[in-house]
């Protein structure tokens, strides 16, 4: 039985609009609270931790409601025909902001519109992600999964291209020059909302699942019957995998915290220290995406001959580099284009691996809490390191990004060497399998 990847990449459009969601969050939302509000770097750190806060919450909670409904359509339906709504609202709130006589006004309601955006996007996340495993077989899901993180990538590419097409710069009410960001959140709401329709239209839920459900079960019995009882039952690690395991956990904290401080506050900087527009500052975001994305098939190959350990290091070794050439850069040229295409190769080798290592230390039945494992130290660092970095470019200087972020990931580099398992099977995933990993 073969995958079917057309429909796959149809159930792979909501995801598609969510990444595009968030990549317009990451590189724009900033800037408006920069240029409109008038708030601080710190105070808009802790504003784009909201989003992760939020996510540890809801993420679960609605993954959770649709698996107790049996639907996973109504919810992307709804939840993203709200989203769209809410991007359409939060551009008039954005530009009441902008015609107010006096920077800062109309900050709460902002704020109030963004909440409200974030708890409707969180609403449909986790259904729209858990569609493609209950409409495909168990043994095609990791194929699934590479193309819905395809189509991920793909709208989170389109974010970082349109700011330069329709992005324009006004005089507000108090004399300053901003960016107009309003057809930039119509078109996102626009790619949700269409996304979502045509989704409902032509995935036909319930006949899907029943037929994947039908083939698991017969595989699952054969399987059965060839098998002897299992024993691989939980079992509680040795003091070394213990400790390998902490410094892997060590390490995915720093790398993210590293990584996600540059995707959140590059824009600012760019503008600030660069003295160049946010189409030119999304256009590099891109580079280091589009070199991401031609980079998980070589990675593949070369982890499962080399090791995932080995392809990591080096990963965090471009990543540092990348970063540091960032800071050491006067502004935009061909090797600005370079280094942040060496940053994305990097990132990629190191998201190829390091889930996989992670879960390699589990048991066969404790994957689902390693996992969480995973994610716990994940999210953290993005909650944290949006606060973190803005506190220091606000009171120290918008130079110390780049230098946070290097720094962040030589550590990334030092807790890495300490690990000493999680290196042996399943061979890193090779073709289209290798873009199955998380953000």
């Not at 982890?303 to 290091?313: A, Y």
């Not at 502004?331 to 998201?351: K, M």
């Not at 879960?359 to 994940?378: I, L, P």
Request: charged share 15%.
């Amino acid at each position: 039985m073969k995958l079917n990847a057309k429909r796959t990449f149809l159930v792979g459009l909501a995801f598609m609009s969510i990444s595009a969601f968030w990549n317009l969050y990451d590189t724009m939302v900033p800037l408006i609270l920069d240029q409109t509000y008038g708030l601080g770097e710190t105070w808009t750190g802790v504003v784009m931790a909201m989003d992760n806060i939020a996510a540890l919450v809801l993420l679960p909670l609605f993954g959770a409601l649709s698996d107790r409904a049996g639907r996973r359509i109504p919810f992307i339906l709804w939840g993203s025909m709200a989203a769209a709504a809410l991007s359409v609202g939060l551009t008039a709130v954005v530009r009441g902001g902008m015609s107010a006589p006096v920077q800062g006004q109309g900050l709460g309601s902002f704020l109030l519109m963004l909440a409200l955006l974030l708890v409707a996007m969180g609403t449909f996340r986790s259904p729209a992600v858990a569609l493609m495993p209950d409409v495909t077989p168990k043994h095609l899901r990791s194929r699934g999964n590479a193309i819905i993180n395809l189509m991920g990538a793909l709208g989170g590419a389109l974010m970082l291209v349109l700011p330069k097409l329709l992005v324009r710069r006004v005089t507000t009410g108090f004399g300053a020059q901003v960016g107009d960001y309003t057809w930039l959140f119509v078109t996102a709401a626009l790619l949700m909302a269409v996304s979502a329709w045509v989704v409902k239209l032509v995935i036909p839920e319930r006949k899907l699942k029943a037929e994947a459900d039908a083939v698991n079960a017969a595989r699952e019995a054969t399987e059965a019957l060839a098998q002897a009882p299992a024993a691989d039952a939980v079992r509680r690690l040795g003091r070394a995998e213990l400790r390998s395991l902490v410094m892997l956990l060590a390490s995915v904290f720093l790398w993210f915290m590293a990584y996600n401080a540059i995707t959140t506050a590059f824009t600012r900087y760019a503008l600030r220290v660069w003295r160049i527009d946010e189409g030119d500052a999304s256009f590099c975001l891109l580079v280091a995406t589009a070199a991401a994305i031609v980079s998980y098939w070589p990675v593949g190959i070369v982890s499962s001959r080399f090791g995932r350990k080995k392809v990591i290091l080096a990963g965090v070794v471009m990543m540092t580099v990348g970063f540091a050439a960032g800071f050491l850069l006067p502004g935009l040229s061909a090797l600005a284009f370079a280094a942040f295409a060496l940053v994305g190769i990097g990132w990629a080798a190191i998201n190829v691996n390091s889930y996989p290592m992670v879960v390699e230390m589990a048991s066969g039945s404790d994957v689902g809490r390693y996992t969480g494992y995973y994610y716990t130290f994940s999210m953290a660092a993005q909650v944290l390191t949006p606060v973190l970095s803005g506190a220091l470019m606000e009171h120290v200087g918008y130079w110390t990004l780049f230098v946070y972020a290097t720094v962040m990931a030589a550590a990334a580099f030092g807790t890495m060497l300490f690990v000493r398992h999680g290196d042996s099977k399943p061979e890193a995933r090779k073709g289209l399998e290798a873009l199955d990993v998380e953000d």
